[in-house]
């Protein structure tokens, strides 16, 4: 992406397309007008502390030329990649390249720790214990005659609780209002 006073050039698939800044939802930000967010120091410090971090492939300010993406990492990187999609190397990638990045930075004995933001309801189910599994780009069926979809383009995760094995607990803090004892909170 080419960025200039009043418009993002975007070239996908070969074809130049040219866009207003202000339409674009990335340069609008949040409701508040802000773009882009940094860890918050004291969460970073904690972090730190626990893993030593020696590099960090997501750097702001962005030094010129830097790519995190094909660079090699260090020993001990902390990770916190753009929420949305960049543009890199003419292609517009997301959390999966970052992913496949941090998964062949470990398979050289490297320690990473990626923070992405995920759903609430992932975040129970794993602390609840849940086995997860991928069964791929499901090809569900319509309720109308039962013909199989195309596949949603996204991969399906499975989640197993296995409630006889072990007392499941809700941590405290997934409780909704109405499901607190009175007194507690």
Not at 134 to 141: A, F, K, P, T, Y
Request: hydrophobic share 35%.
């Amino acid at each position: 992406m080419v960025t200039n006073h009043h418009y993002d050039v975007w070239v996908i698939g070969g074809e130049v397309e040219k866009k207003k800044v202000e339409d674009n939802k990335f340069h609008k930000g949040a409701q508040d007008g802000k773009h882009y967010w940094l860890t918050p120091p004291m969460l970073y410090a904690e972090l730190d502390e626990l893993y030593d971090f020696d590099f960090d492939p997501c750097p702001y300010p962005l030094p010129q030329g830097f790519d995190g993406l094909t660079c090699d990492w260090g020993l001990s990187n902390y990770v916190n990649p753009p929420f949305g999609s960049i543009m890199h190397e003419g292609k517009r990638k997301g959390a999966t390249a970052w992913v496949r990045k941090a998964i062949e930075e470990a398979s050289k004995g490297k320690d990473v720790v990626l923070v992405y933001p995920l759903d609430k309801w992932v975040l129970m189910l794993i602390e609840a214990g849940a086995e997860i599994s991928n069964l791929g780009d499901v090809r569900w069926h319509s309720i109308e005659d039962n013909t199989e979809g195309k596949g949603t383009g996204r991969h399906i995760a499975k989640f197993v609780l296995k409630g006889s094995e072990k007392d499941i607990v809700l941590n405290k803090r997934y409780l909704r209002k109405q499901d607190l004892k009175k007194g507690e909170k």
